[in-house]
């Protein structure tokens, strides 16, 4: 009777078993989906959004975690890092810079800022030194090869699009940096809501 009571414990025992092992697998596998990254969204190659791997040009982002592990200290400083981009500089903090993609002159290079042109018309000088600080860019589309089907003439070699943050609710950041010649730089930035407007100073 004992034996049969064992006999009957070790048949449940491998009855649970039979049902749960092939489950783990399917379990582990839902885990490894659910942290896929996805592909950055583009908007500057076709002004519409697509994902990173569907943009026909070759575009390289410099996003968030670029920006905050860079030892940059301008958009012009960013750029610098960015295959295929010359960054000439005639200024401290990127004052009147010339921007090359590929070889093509400056003037064929479109700066944006939020897709409104920074590029200087007369010149094709670019004046980098925009009232955006590095902490409040969410991300820079640099777009090597022509757009001048949907941009115009000024880019001809490439665009560089500046796209800045959304303000965040009740925010506040502070920021000072020092170093060598005396240089030093502090920044106080605040974001709130009124209503269903975001503002950030």
């Known amino acids: 009777m004992q034996e049969c009571f064992m006999l009957l414990q070790k048949m449940r025992y491998f009855f649970f078993l039979s049902i749960i092992l092939p489950v783990l697998p399917l379990h582990a596998a839902e885990q490894e989906e659910a942290a896929l990254i996805l592909d950055p969204v583009v908007v500057t190659a076709s002004r519409a959004p697509e994902t990173l791997s569907q943009v026909a040009q070759s575009v390289e982002v410099i996003d ?34 010339d921007i090359y993609i590929r070889g093509g002159g400056s003037e064929q290079t479109l700066v944006l800022l939020n897709g409104i042109r920074l590029s200087n018309p007369q010149t094709g000088h670019h ?8 902490q409040d860019i969410e991300r820079i589309e640099v777009i090597k090869g022509p757009g001048s089907k949907l941009y115009g003439a000024n880019a001809m070699a490439g665009i560089i699009n500046i796209i800045t943050r959304n303000p965040e609710e009740h925010q506040v950041s502070a920021e000072i940096k020092a170093g060598n010649y005396d240089y030093l730089a502090e920044s106080l930035q605040a974001s709130f809501a009124t209503g269903p407007v975001n503002h950030r100073l």
């Open 64 to 97: 968030r975690a670029d920006i905050a592990n860079s030892a940059a200290d301008s958009v012009a400083d960013l750029l610098e890092y960015v295959s295929g981009v010359d960054v000439r500089q005639r200024g401290i903090h990127g004052i009147q810079s």
């Open 127 to 134: 004046d980098m030194d925009i009232p955006v600080s590095l």
